[in-house]
């Protein structure tokens, strides 16, 4: 997808937008500009790609616009660039969950480099969210009876274990199971657990105890 090689340079100075807008253009790469924060904020939703943001900007600096986007859900790998002196601001934004920074000056291999490294983590990142969110859709397909049956099914316990504990027969039981693995498309234990997971990371979810909980449990 080439949303996703799409490089998103904010910088208040024109020079250092044009400068970096030529570099990346001719690799081969997409690239946005925006003279502040905000108006990248305006257009963020749905954006793709990854984020090369100056730290230090009226308004909102690069810390700042870091935060919002962690607060929208928005995970964009993002690279700040600092001068001469900001190492401890390039350390916070990188506590923040920045993936990297450069030093002004840099060398154009330096800046590329870390471009592909954030673009390659942007891809990886898109495609766990795409694996997430397809979970939870299966998820959210199951009424709240085997949802309980997923429950205690994924702690390991056997039909007549979650018979007992679900006031049911063995048989309702095993119908239960089998409508689960249908909906939730999986062949095997070991699928469904991975499933649960990353509908979990999706959110909203709750917390499913598996069975490698409840053995540290025991």
Do not use: W
Request: glycine share 8%.
């Amino acid at each position: 997808m080439a949303a996703l090689r799409t490089i998103h340079v904010v910088d208040d100075d024109e020079a250092v937008r044009d400068s970096l807008r030529t570099l990346l253009e001719s690799s081969g790469l997409a690239v946005h500009t925006y003279p502040s924060a905000a108006l990248f904020l305006e257009a963020a939703p749905g954006i793709l790609g990854c984020v090369l943001t100056d730290v230090r900007m009226p308004d909102m600096d690069g810390l700042a616009l870091q935060r919002r986007l962690n607060e929208r859900g928005l995970h964009l790998p993002v690279i700040v660039m600092t001068g001469q002196g900001d190492i401890a601001v390039a350390v916070r934004a990188m506590k923040a969950g920045a993936l990297d920074f450069l030093e002004k000056p840099f060398h154009d291999d330096d800046l590329l480099a870390a471009v592909e490294r954030a673009l390659a983590e942007g891809e990886r990142r898109q495609a766990r969210e795409e694996i997430s969110g397809e979970a939870a859709r299966r998820m959210a397909a199951l009424t709240a009876r085997e949802r309980e049956v997923l429950d205690l099914l994924v702690t390991g316990l056997p039909t007549k274990g979650i018979a007992n504990a679900l006031g049911a027969s063995p048989r309702t039981i095993e119908v239960h199971r089998a409508r689960v693995f249908e909906k939730l498309h999986a062949r095997s234990l070991p699928e469904l657990v991975r499933l649960v997971i990353a509908a979990g990371a999706e959110g909203g979810q709750g917390p499913v105890r598996t069975c490698h909980d409840v053995s540290r449990e025991t």
